[in-house]
């Protein structure tokens, strides 16, 4: 009997599907396994990265709330607890690192322990994995805590790149790199740093006063003029 045209495309529509499913139960059989294998992991994986997610949130506001209370036991001229800053030095965060190396050499150096503070001072200012201001700083404490040990052109070797207007750190480094020209007698040299730093509104208030001062004693005029206001 025959096959009229629609029974015929019937007919090819049934033995595409039969293959089809064949094929589909062949694969399923073949790699199934697999497959349900690799969801698996893919949601143990994503439930792991959302559990260290949150795990990361809550440890990150730990140390921050420990962070907050060393920074204001030093601030006030305390001492923060030993133990909680010694943890802080070793966080995870580049940041709070610093932060708590730098508080741990400041107790050192309020305490008289010059040699110790020295030491964490220099050994911030030649960690790589520390912002370059933090070193900077370091380098800069470092030296004021040398400086009378220190010949001056040392003294202006280390700090003279740091001593340039703009330069985050001008007042503390320009303050002592011109200390440093006045004691080798180039006070040419001294007189226009106290100058540039009487002018940085972003130089502190205390340094500014003093470099004021000091570039008057060398008839160097450092008093800022006032801009007039413009006219209407």
């Excluded at 094929?23 to 992991?41: E, K, N, S, T």
């Excluded at 030296?143 to 001056?152: I, N, Q, R, S, V």
């Excluded at 003093?210 to 800022?224: C, K, P, S, Y």
Aim: aromatic share 8%.
């Amino acid at each position: 009997m025959a096959l009229t045209p629609q029974n015929s495309q019937a007919f090819m529509r049934e033995v595409d599907e039969a293959v089809r499913q064949d094929q589909l139960l062949g694969f399923w059989q073949r790699y199934g396994r697999w497959i349900l294998v690799a969801v698996v992991l893919g949601l143990a994986a994503f439930g792991g990265w959302l559990y260290w997610q949150h795990y990361s949130k809550i440890q990150s506001e730990a140390v921050s709330e420990q962070m907050d209370t060393v920074l204001t036991a030093a601030a006030g001229g305390g001492t923060p607890d030993a133990k909680q800053l010694d943890a802080l030095t070793k966080a995870d965060q580049p940041g709070y690192r610093a932060s708590a190396l730098l508080a741990q050499a400041g107790v050192a150096s309020r305490k008289g322990d010059a040699k110790a503070a020295t030491a964490l001072y220099a050994a911030m200012a030649a960690d790589t994995k520390l912002d370059q201001p933090y070193r900077d700083l370091a380098l800069i404490r470092q030296t004021a805590l040398e400086f009378d040990t220190l010949k001056p052109h040392q003294v202006v070797d280390r700090l003279k790149p740091l001593a340039v207007e703009g330069a985050p750190w001008f007042g503390s480094a320009g303050e002592l790199v011109a200390i440093a020209y006045m004691k080798m007698g180039k006070t040419d040299l001294a007189g226009p740093i106290f100058a540039a730093m009487a002018k940085d509104a972003n130089v502190p208030q205390s340094i500014r006063s003093r470099a004021r001062q000091m570039a008057g004693l060398m008839g160097i005029d450092a008093v800022e003029i006032p801009a007039e206001p413009s006219e209407g």
